[in-house]
Nanobody, 125 residues
């Protein structure tokens, strides 16, 4: 079993930055791909970014490319999402997820086995 705890969310003005963290406990962190997803009010949860277990491959949804950066520190069992130039449309609950099945930094929710509880990000205009 893996426990994931997100932190770092909050209320910021458009144009500012936040860094989300997701700390993992349980099985060996370096065995997982890690992903970030988000769910805005009234919308379905969507893929944001993912990183393979070694950190060698990263993926982003087009709407955050050039603004968000995913990274991981396997020694600290933590994955990060640096979010710069935030926009009101980035407002959502952000979830981290861990997947053990494939080393592909998947965009698909069903490739992830464990999920955190989420952290709220609100961007004001």
């Amino acid at each position: 079993q893996v426990q994931l705890i997100e932190s770092g969310g909050g209320l910021v003005q458009a144009g500012n930055s936040l860094r989300l963290s997701c700390a993992a406990s349980g099985r060996t962190f370096s065995s997982y791909d890690m992903g970030w997803f988000r769910q805005a009010p009234g919308k379905e949860r969507e893929f944001v970014s993912a990183i393979t277990r070694s950190g060698g491959v990263t993926r982003y949804v087009d709407s955050v490319k050039g603004r968000f950066t995913i990274s991981r520190d396997n020694a600290k069992n933590t994955v990060y999402l640096q979010m710069n130039s935030l926009k009101p449309e980035d407002t959502a609950v952000y979830y981290c997820a861990a997947g053990v099945k494939a080393n592909i930094a998947s965009r698909r929710e069903y490739d992830y086995d464990y999920w955190g509880q989420g952290t709220q990000v609100t961007v004001s205009s």
